[in-house]
């Protein structure tokens, strides 16, 4: 893997989080994930580049977080920290680059007990 594009370990704390990094989040598809023991579950398995809204809800009943990796060339890092406790969602809006990319959790255990999924940005 070429290294960790996005680390959205989204606020569930404080309920619903957003931000738009220079994209605009009005616009943006929406890609609905759901966090749940142990699996990652998005809305859809591709997006057109460019700004993508996700809307991260945890429905399981212990923390989550979803990590979003390009796996197909050197990426920028932006790294966000934060857990989305269970119950509570987050949104947030990202530029993404076209290429291959993996959703996981990385909570302790959780990718090995396969939470995780793939994306295709076009």
Not at 6 to 29: D, M, R, V
Not at 87 to 108: D, I, M, W
């Amino acid at each position: 893997m070429a290294g960790v594009l996005l680390l959205i370990a989204l606020a569930g704390a404080c309920g619903t989080t957003s931000g738009s990094y220079g994209a605009a989040a009005s616009t943006a598809p929406a890609v609905r994930v759901s966090l749940v023991e142990f699996r990652i579950t998005p809305s859809v398995t591709s997006v057109p580049a460019g700004p993508v809204t996700f809307v991260v809800s945890n429905q399981g009943a212990v923390t989550h977080e979803m990590v979003i990796v390009q796996t197909d060339s050197a990426p920028d890092r932006l790294k966000l920290s934060a857990d989305v406790a269970p119950g509570k969602s987050a949104t947030e809006t990202f530029r993404l680059k076209s290429g291959h990319y993996v959703l996981f959790c990385n909570q302790p255990g959780h990718y090995r007990m396969g939470m995780a999924t793939a994306l295709n940005v076009t």
